[in-house]
């Protein structure tokens, strides 16, 4: 069974610092790869994802993530945090079947400082 | 244009109580889940709808947990004989199913479910 392993399950920045958010996956075969923001009392929204093209993936906000096979990894990267980025970030991985839910890691909330 | 709602966002429910939950997935949208998030934990998949095809149940943690959907519309999630470890916020999501797993889905806010 696949899974998703976020190392830290709370990180805090400076505002400007660089942002660092970790992913691990466990999968023989690449799977889909998503990164999920959930700011206070919201649902999630889709940052970005990884679904075979580039392996490195522009999302919103100024986010960023690098699909790494050999580390099965994807990362999550922001060069500088703003205090307006303090939230829960979700990883999560599905597979190629049509319709497969999404296997989420267990969050790692960001905390930003000024 | 709207997005997923749910219903109720807060629902205060005594163990032992029958509670319903209710998605309204976004139109057009043939995939719909259901998934509950416990403090401190990352989502766990209940349920997935996708047209007129039997549900994948086999995230329901017990038989306590059902969940029906009408065509390509709402849907119901129904916890019966309530625990106080149902305690969650249970989120909905939907997608169009174009891309088979790399559909991005779309959540709703959620209902937080308190047991007491």
């Known amino acids: 069974a696949q899974s998703v392993t976020q190392l830290g399950s709370h990180v805090s920045v400076s505002e400007g610092a660089l942002v660092l958010l970790r992913c691990n996956y466990s999968?023989?075969?690449?799977?889909?790869l998503f990164w999920y923001v959930q700011y206070p009392n919201q649902g999630l929204q889709l940052l970005l994802k990884?679904?075979?093209?580039?392996?490195l993936v522009k999302g919103i906000n100024g986010f960023e993530a690098e699909f790494k096979k050999s580390e099965t990894s994807f990362h999550l990267t922001k060069p500088s945090a703003h205090m307006s980025d303090a939230a829960e970030y979700f990883c999560?991985?599905?597979?190629?079947?049509?319709?497969?839910?999404?296997?989420f890691g267990k969050g790692t909330t960001l905390s930003v400082s000024s | 244009g709207a997005g997923v709602s749910q219903s109720p966002s807060n629902k205060v429910t005594e163990k032992g109580k029958d509670v319903e939950l209710r998605c309204d997935p976004i139109?057009?949208?043939?995939?719909l889940y259901w998934y509950r998030q416990r403090l401190g934990q990352g989502l766990e998949f209940l349920i997935y709808?996708?047209?007129?095809?039997?549900?994948?149940k086999s995230g329901l943690p017990s038989d306590r947990f059902s969940a029906e959907r009408t065509g390509e519309s709402v849907s119901t999630l129904t916890i019966q004989r309530t625990q106080q470890e149902d305690s969650a916020v249970y989120l909905c999501?939907?997608?169009?199913?174009?891309?088979?797993?790399?559909?991005?889905?779309?959540f709703g806010p959620g209902t937080r479910l308190t047991v007491l």
């Open positions: 999968s023989s075969v690449p799977p889909y």
């Open positions: 139109s057009g949208h043939t995939a």
């Open positions: 990884y679904t075979s093209a580039a392996t």
């Open positions: 709808f996708q047209g007129n095809s039997a549900p994948d």
């Open positions: 999560a991985v599905s597979d190629h079947q049509a319709g497969t839910a999404l296997i």
């Open positions: 999501a939907s997608s169009q199913r174009r891309a088979g797993g790399a559909d991005t889905q779309y």
